[in-house]
């Protein structure tokens, strides 16, 4: 009994001794890591969910910081790099796209599905409003309410 709550304990402290690494360096040099990680951090990882590529630890993260490296080494300015991903993939890599016509809905989606979602709910309820009417009682309908409650306040005198 006593070895299967030890097994059982060593078991539960397990998960605390597993740790996420931190990123590596892509190269020996600091100051190119930093780079590497600036121009990623401006890029959409387009394989992960709402990721750049300077968070992302996918393959195709990988590979984009190594390629990104090379494009640097090469002596590429970081705004020369950041274009020719566009230039490569489309606005979309970008985290913050440029504001143009390929774009606005990028930037006026949410608000016009907000829009949308308020319109829908306005209608339903104004026409949920339409359906409901209140009808009068029929006469027999209210001769028995009346009853009971000629009877109810006959209870409560005696109570």
Avoid at 26 to 33: A, D, T
Wanted: with cysteine; aromatic share 10%; net charge negative.
């Amino acid at each position: 009994m006593i070895r299967r709550i030890l097994w059982l304990t060593a078991l539960l402290w397990l998960p605390f001794g597993v740790q996420a690494k931190e990123a590596e360096y892509v190269s020996g040099n600091p100051e190119m890591h930093d780079r590497v990680m600036d121009v990623s951090g401006e890029l959409r990882c387009l394989v992960c969910q709402g990721q750049s590529l300077a968070d992302s630890h996918s393959e195709f993260a990988v590979d984009m910081r190594e390629y990104i490296q090379e494009m640097i080494e090469k002596g590429m300015t970081n705004r020369e790099v950041v274009d020719f991903m566009v230039e490569r993939y489309g606005d979309y890599v970008r985290y913050r796209p440029p504001f143009k016509s390929t774009t606005v809905l990028l930037w006026f989606g949410p608000l016009l599905l907000l829009g949308i979602g308020v319109a829908v709910l306005y209608f339903n309820i104004l026409r949920r409003k339409k359906v409901i009417t209140e009808t009068p009682l029929s006469k027999e309908e209210q001769r028995r309410a009346e009853a009971l409650l000629k009877k109810d306040e006959s209870g409560d005198s005696q109570a």
